[in-house]
């Protein structure tokens, strides 16, 4: 069981900001960080990114939680630390990662010139960092992920209602997690693949049509596979629940002429997983979940590539490099149940992600703030003028792209930020608050009230 009790310390520090970019992804585990950050007296805030983006020149001294330091977080980071905030890295996207090559290419050279400590899963990308040279004295720590908290055993009883509510509509399924959004876009309608503006165009035309080749390649595999599949799994349904940044529409496709196919996007992907009785995925973080939670993976290969497919997710489980294999694999799951994790896949699962069955990630995290004296207030506030200064600043880019956007409205676009951020307000964090202690035994009186549209307070 996860620890019980966190440490309680009292100091005067910074408010710690956690921006929340999609909701059902990331707002559970960051709500359960911002609980045990609170828990040792920091001030905590989170919300929508957007809004606590907008609301930068007029934030209270705090340090800023980024889901990485990709190159379109540069501006950002600079403003946070002209304006005497303090920025941390909680590195969501290295753990699988398209080739290291590529990762580091979405980085501006100086990518962490304005961050103050950076975060990983694990020792793997701890160790790709330190390698990239682009760290240059920052303090790089393995410390895992609030995603992976909410995995582990202690913290199934926060998911047990959902869990159950799946599992009464759709009965014994088979989930595929589709993560095919550079490919299958639904903001472009096409493809989507962007790397830092420092990359020479040639290397960025190299990149891009290696990695998108294949990509579309196992797509139009695994297209002609979900067919297949739901006839052979026939009458226990085949649930396909594709990334936010997919268009659905070719998996509504086979949804439409197969009658037990169904194409949802519902809520966090974790009871989704727990639910499941196996998993079908190629290359998608959900394996590496589903492996962790216990839920069997069968990693679909009908197209392979020494350069570009990922080691961690596809070892997961089960691989399978034809259709029948994977058909087969699936079957063999669901008639006699699941086989243990091999040493050597344990193995590789800890040194990817550091996580321990009886601590959370999200209080060892804490404990890196603490060890790094993140947060301490001796940091001044930057001076008045400066912030007038920045917050016309900011305001006139925050109106040019208001306008911009009227200009040319882009109606897919809007859909896509309405799908990754639905809404937040106190009750909805409450009710989730209300569980975590209960599971936990932890956060005494803690709760959530709203200080504007989508932000809230933790006190």
Request: charged share 25%; glycine share 6%; net charge positive.
């Amino acid at each position: 069981m996860p620890q019980m009790n966190g440490p309680k310390m009292a100091h005067n520090r910074k408010t710690l900001m956690f921006p929340v970019e999609i909701l059902s992804r990331e707002f559970d585990s960051k709500l359960l960080l911002a609980l045990c950050a609170r828990e040792r007296n920091w001030k905590v805030m989170i919300g929508n990114m957007t809004a606590i983006n907008a609301a930068v020149p007029r934030l209270p001294p705090c340090v800023y939680f980024s889901k990485s330091a990709r190159s379109s977080n540069a501006r950002l980071f600079a403003l946070l630390k002209e304006l005497g905030h303090e920025v941390v890295v909680l590195d969501e996207e290295v753990l699988v990662r398209q080739t290291d090559e590529i990762y580091l290419m979405k980085h501006e050279k100086d990518a962490l010139r304005n961050v103050d400590l950076v975060l990983t899963w694990g020792a793997d990308s701890r160790e790709l960092w330190e390698r990239s040279g682009m760290a240059d004295g920052v303090p790089v720590q393995d410390a895992g992920n609030p995603r992976i908290d909410m995995l582990l055993p202690g913290l199934r009883p926060y998911h047990r209602d959902a869990i159950d509510g799946i599992r009464q509509r759709f009965g014994d399924f088979v989930l595929f997690n589709s993560n095919f959004g550079t490919v299958n876009n639904r903001v472009t309608g096409a493809e989507r693949f962007n790397l830092a503006k420092w990359v020479d165009e040639k290397d960025v035309e190299a990149q891009a049509s290696g990695f998108l080749g294949h990509k579309r390649a196992i797509y139009e595999q695994f297209r002609l596979l979900m067919p297949k599949l739901a006839e052979a799994i026939a009458p226990r349904i085949l649930l396909i629940r594709p990334h936010p940044a997919e268009d659905h529409a070719a998996w509504n496709e086979i949804a439409a002429a197969h009658g037990n196919v169904r194409v949802v996007f519902e809520g966090s992907v974790v009871p989704w997983i727990a639910a499941a009785k196996v998993l079908v995925h190629n290359g998608c973080t959900s394996a590496v979940e589903a492996a962790i939670a216990g839920t069997p993976v069968v990693s679909y290969r009908p197209v392979t590539s020494a350069r570009f497919d990922n080691s961690l997710p596809n070892s997961a489980g089960t691989e399978c490099f034809s259709e029948g294999e994977a058909i087969s694999a699936v079957l063999r799951v669901l008639e006699h149940g699941a086989q243990p994790l091999s040493a050597q896949q344990t193995a590789m699962l800890h040194r990817f992600i550091a996580f321990d069955a009886d601590k959370l990630s999200s209080d060892a995290i804490c404990d890196a703030m603490d060890r790094h004296g993140i947060g301490r207030m001796e940091e001044r506030r930057a001076a008045l003028g400066t912030r007038l200064r920045i917050a016309m600043r900011h305001r006139a880019k925050q109106l040019s792209r208001y306008l911009k956007g009227l200009k040319g409205r882009d109606l897919k676009r809007e859909d896509y930020r309405k799908l990754k951020f639905s809404g937040l307000t106190a009750e909805m964090a409450n009710a989730r608050i209300d569980v975590l202690k209960h599971t936990l035994g932890r956060f005494g009186t803690t709760r959530a009230h709203e200080v504007s549209k989508d932000i809230l307070e933790l006190r």
